[in-house]
Nanobody, 119 residues
Framework: QVQLVESGGGLVQAGGSLRLSCAAS????????MNWFRQAPGKEREFVAA????????RYVDPVKGRFTITRVNAKNTVYLQMNSLKPEDTAVYYC????????????WGQGTQVTVSS
């Protein structure tokens, strides 16, 4: 059983930056593809970014391409989401999730961290 704990959320002005972290425990982190999802108020949860177990392959949803960067440090059992040039529409609860392979439905989810971008 993998436990995931997100941190780094908060309130930031439009144009600002935040870095989210997701610390994993209870499993073999380096074998999992890692994902970030988000859910805005009144909307369904959506995929944001993913990274393969090795870190060599990444994927992003179009609205965040060029602004967000997903990375991981397997030695620290941690995945990051660097978010730059934030926009009010990025406001959401951000969730970390672990899956068997890149693109698969995640098996494990964190509790989420709130990101609020003010205009």
């Amino acid at each position: 059983q993998v436990q995931l704990v997100e941190s780094g959320g908060g309130l930031v002005q439009a144009g600002g930056s935040l870095r989210l972290s997701c610390a994993a425990s209870g499993g073999t982190f380096s074998t999992y593809a890692m994902n970030w999802f988000r859910q805005a108020p009144g909307k369904e949860r959506e995929f944001v970014a993913a990274i393969s177990w090795s870190g060599q392959t990444t994927r992003y949803v179009d609205p965040v391409k060029g602004r967000f960067t997903i990375t991981r440090v397997n030695a620290k059992n941690t995945v990051y989401l660097q978010m730059n040039s934030l926009k009010p529409e990025d406001t959401a609860v951000y969730y970390c999730a672990a899956g068997d392979v890149l693109g698969s439905t995640p098996n494990y989810w964190g509790q989420g961290t709130q990101v609020t971008v003010s205009s």
